[in-house]
């Protein structure tokens, strides 16, 4: 494939010898001939005789080399998805490499489609969304922009069909249906990549999801097996402590009078407080009861409205400082340091973010 940059660099056009000399050889022009005859239509069946003579043949030629250009232009752009485990961060350009490597090329190269399918990853993909559909959702390019909503429309079909993680999933689009009304009443106001009705039509499918998760009914499996209710409740109450959101309690204790019970315990949200702030944020924000006690619980709830909780996933995207390589933590990539380990940084969802700020 000929280079077509103006890197000085550049190994030139690609020429082809012929009886009539030396011709210039374009490595998509073959295809383009070949497409365009097919849907070519001449200028003289759909004008008449009068606008024929208007209309010379230079122009039909000008005409022709835009179709062409314009075809190929829109060819180039569908394909616009990877499945990339790892990519390549550049932020300025090297004689070796132009450009920088932007949010939405990240977002479009990294394999999201596949990590919402994977467990461990499927939390880290979410927050993810959530935190571009907070303030980077119009800095992402058209094609990144159709690549968001083409995995959102993947993790609200899986929400649907396998129940899990609702909660998450309201909670993302809660915020993507706030941006996106900002967005459209202040139109104008800020560049929006696209026109005016696709973003009503993405609002209009945002609001369509919300109703169907709120239309959701759980469904009670009937399982003859060993269920959480038969465990021993010293077993129940280490499942309990393993839990990192103070939502996820609430919800499970719902389940029973035992659960229920077990959520309440106060030890359980002291260490759960304990775990995601500090002393000095205690003490603004402590909340006594009538008989001088602590209340952890709702300490942990009006903690969490004024500072950021801990984020944990099962696994998550790396840096490595070394090859400037962004990658799939259990993929790698491959390294040339001595010592990888010592090189690879993890990528929280705000790192991925502001690792594209330039």
């Known amino acids: 494939m000929p280079f077509l940059g103006q890197d000085w660099r550049s190994p030139g056009w690609s020429w082809i010898k012929t009886e009539d000399g030396w011709k210039r050889c374009d490595a998509w022009s073959q295809e383009l001939e070949g497409e365009n005859s097919q849907c070519d239509i001449g200028h003289g069946i759909i004008l008449n005789s009068e606008d024929e003579e208007i209309f010379s043949n230079e122009e039909?030629?000008?005409?022709?080399?835009?179709?062409?250009?314009?075809?190929?232009?829109?060819?180039?752009?569908?394909?616009?998805?990877?499945?990339?485990?790892?990519?390549?961060?550049?932020?300025?350009?090297?004689?070796?490499?132009?450009?920088?490597?932007?949010?939405?090329?990240?977002?479009?190269?990294?394999?999201?489609?596949?990590?919402?399918?994977?467990?461990?990853?499927?939390?880290?993909?979410?927050?993810?969304?959530?935190?571009?559909?907070?303030?980077?959702?119009?800095?992402?390019?058209?094609?990144?922009?159709?690549?968001?909503?083409?995995?959102?429309?993947?993790?609200?079909?899986?929400?649907?069909?396998?129940?899990?993680?609702?909660r998450l999933i309201k909670d993302l689009l809660q915020d993507l249906s706030s941006t996106l009304c900002i967005l459209i009443r202040g139109v104008?106001?800020?560049?929006?990549?696209?026109?005016?009705?696709?973003?009503?039509?993405?609002?209009?499918?945002?609001?369509?999801?919300?109703?169907?998760?709120?239309?959701?009914?759980?469904?009670?499996?009937?399982?003859?097996?060993?269920?959480?209710?038969?465990?021993?409740?010293?077993?129940?109450?280490?499942?309990?402590?393993?839990?990192?959101?103070?939502?996820?309690?609430?919800?499970?204790?719902?389940?029973?009078?035992?659960?229920?019970?077990?959520?309440?315990?106060?030890?359980?949200?002291?260490?759960?407080?304990?775990?995601?702030?500090?002393?000095?944020?205690?003490?603004?924000?402590?909340?006594?009861?009538?008989?001088g006690h602590v209340e952890w619980k709702l300490m942990y709830f009006a903690l969490q409205k004024h500072y950021p909780t801990k984020e944990q996933y099962g696994d998550t995207l790396h840096f490595c400082r070394h090859c400037s390589i962004l990658f799939w933590k259990d993929s790698g990539h491959p390294c040339t340091a001595a010592d990888p380990d010592s090189c690879f940084t993890p990528v929280s969802p705000q790192h991925f973010i502001d690792l594209f700020k330039y």
């Open 60 to 166: 039909h030629e000008y005409a022709s080399k835009k179709r062409k250009k314009d075809h190929f232009r829109n060819d180039t752009n569908t394909q616009c998805f990877y499945r990339e485990n790892w990519i390549y961060v550049h932020k300025e350009s090297t004689r070796e490499r132009h450009g920088y490597c932007t949010l939405g090329e990240a977002f479009n190269r990294l394999d999201f489609s596949s990590a919402i399918q994977d467990i461990r990853r499927f939390n880290y993909v979410v927050r993810l969304l959530q935190l571009i559909a907070k303030s980077q959702l119009t800095s992402l390019s058209g094609v990144a922009q159709k690549n968001y909503f083409n995995i959102l429309d993947k993790i609200v079909q899986k929400v649907l069909g396998d129940h899990q993680n609702p």
């Open 188 to 291: 104008g106001k800020s560049v929006l990549v696209g026109n005016i009705n696709i973003w009503i039509c993405r609002l209009e499918t945002v609001l369509r999801w919300q109703q169907q998760l709120q239309n959701l009914q759980m469904t009670e499996q009937v399982d003859s097996g060993l269920t959480l209710s038969d465990l021993p409740v010293h077993m129940l109450s280490n499942i309990l402590h393993r839990f990192s959101d103070g939502w996820d309690i609430v919800t499970l204790g719902q389940v029973t009078p035992t659960l229920f019970a077990l959520s309440e315990d106060r030890q359980l949200w002291k260490k759960l407080c304990q775990y995601h702030f500090g002393e000095k944020q205690f003490c603004r924000h402590l909340i006594l009861s009538e008989k």
